[in-house]
């Protein structure tokens, strides 16, 4: 079965970086569309960035935009979620998501109800 698990968050300061990782199994790695999505307390769900089976398509929040990148690494089944000078309104539990390509076409990478099979969430907290 599709397996996902995040890795990499934890406390930082303003200003500072961080790198997530999701590692995928139970699948072919490269078939499937991935997201990087963040709930931060008594919000909804939101799309942080996302990013195409092959990696040839990307997509970033405005919130997002210019600070983080996102990147994938078929060869060794795992999504990567670069975050640079992380806000306090980072702050949330991240999530991994996969959802299968329709033929080799990922759609509205930003949006949760567009992927099926979500990992446990990693924790990032951006202190001031």
């Known amino acids: 079965q599709v397996q996902l698990v995040e890795s990499g968050g934890g406390p930082v300061q303003a200003g500072g970086s961080l790198r997530l990782s999701c590692a995928g199994s139970g699948f072919t790695y490269s078939t499937y569309c991935m997201g990087w999505f963040r709930q931060a307390p008594g919000k909804e769900r939101e799309g942080v960035a996302g990013?195409?089976?092959?990696?040839?398509?990307?997509y970033y929040s405005d919130s997002v935009k210019g600070r983080f990148t996102i990147s994938r690494d078929n060869a060794k089944n795992t999504v990567y979620l670069q975050m640079n000078s992380l806000e306090p309104e980072d702050t949330a539990m991240y999530y991994c998501?996969?959802?299968?390509?329709?033929?080799?076409?990922?759609?509205?990478?930003?949006?949760?109800?567009?992927?099926?099979?979500w990992g446990q969430g990693t924790q990032v907290t951006v202190s001031s």
């Open positions: 998501a996969a959802e299968p390509a329709v033929r080799y076409v990922c759609y509205s990478l930003g949006k949760p109800e567009n992927f099926r099979y």
């Open positions: 990013i195409s089976n092959f990696g040839g398509s990307t």
